[in-house]
């Protein structure tokens, strides 16, 4: 992992995102990037990279959004385990969906960072939040950050798994994940089973541990299901709860436009109801 994208809109929300993102950063020694999208904005602003605080002029912009960029850089290297991260922040005009893809598709972002405060009924429905709308539509994996979340280490993860075909890059994506945060995390996968699916569970444990050896996945713990009368996405959270996890990761077809609206999105769901973080990888 080389570069982590976090869009930043000074909120709360943003905040523990930023927050988050500069965890994973520290740990992978990857570039975070603070990104502020301004549509009163008329043209890019830059900070660069980063140089120590003290040394950072306070008047280079009489900008709001450019200063509050500043501050919050200075904030994060005042910590420790930030001392060395390598942080550059940028302030672009346009609407924030566009300017997050198009920048994370541009500059080669490993993963975006963001924050989500869910969303309800006909909002949920039919408009959704930003987050959920780079979801759809980024090149990269994206981390959804509940405010609510706590920032610290990732020791657990929960993957619910189809043990489809089109999982081996959720599979792969993860496993190299894992090999970037530390191989001690433990991957603990759900698979809900389904009677038109994969069928016997002798069947469902030879595809489960096909799936572990193509990705090299490794410290998993697998988990079987049945499927009558289970709601799978109160199931999907449940299991996270049980399993004490730190963050949640699901694949996303990310269906749009009246695709979306028809099948809906059981990753979306989830990172509307979840109080932890879900990260989405793109199934391509």
């Given at each position: 992992m080389q570069a982590i994208l976090v869009p930043t809109d000074f909120s709360p929300g943003s905040r523990t995102a930023v927050e988050i993102a500069a965890l994973l950063a520290a740990q992978a020694n990857a570039e975070l990037v603070l990104l502020n999208v301004d549509e009163n904005a008329t043209h890019v602003k830059?900070?660069?990279e980063f140089v120590p605080h003290?040394?950072?002029s306070d008047t280079i912009s009489t900008n709001e959004p450019y200063e509050y960029l500043v501050e919050l850089r200075r904030?994060?290297?005042r910590y420790p385990v930030f001392t060395d991260l390598k942080i550059r922040a940028e302030l672009y005009p346009g609407s924030l969906v566009s300017v997050v893809e198009t920048y994370a598709e541009r500059h080669n972002m490993d993963l975006i960072v963001m924050g989500t405060r869910g969303a309800g009924g006909l909002e949920e429905l039919l408009i959704g939040s930003n987050t959920e709308k780079v979801?759809?539509?980024a090149c990269c994996p994206v981390l959804a950050v509940p405010?609510?979340?706590?920032?610290?280490?990732?020791k657990v993860i929960a993957f619910p798994t189809t043990l489809k075909d089109?999982?081996?890059?959720?599979?792969r994506r993860l496993a190299a994940l894992q090999q970037t945060l530390g191989m001690d995390i433990s991957i603990r996968l759900l698979y809900i089973n389904d009677p038109a699916g994969l069928g016997s569970e002798e069947a469902?444990?030879?595809r489960y541990l096909e799936l572990v050896k193509d990705s090299n996945l490794q410290n998993t713990i697998f988990h079987l299901k049945g499927a009558l009368d289970l709601d799978e996405g109160i199931e999907i959270l449940q299991f996270a709860k049980e399993q004490q996890a730190d963050m949640i990761t699901m694949g996303t077809h990310q269906r749009r436009g009246l695709s979306h609206l028809i099948l809906g999105s059981m990753t979306e769901d989830t990172v509307n109801h979840s109080d932890i973080p879900v990260l989405t990888i793109p199934i391509r």
């Open positions: 830059t900070l660069g003290d040394e950072l904030e994060l290297v979801i759809r539509r405010q609510e979340a706590i920032p610290g280490p990732i089109d999982q081996k890059v959720v599979f469902i444990e030879q």
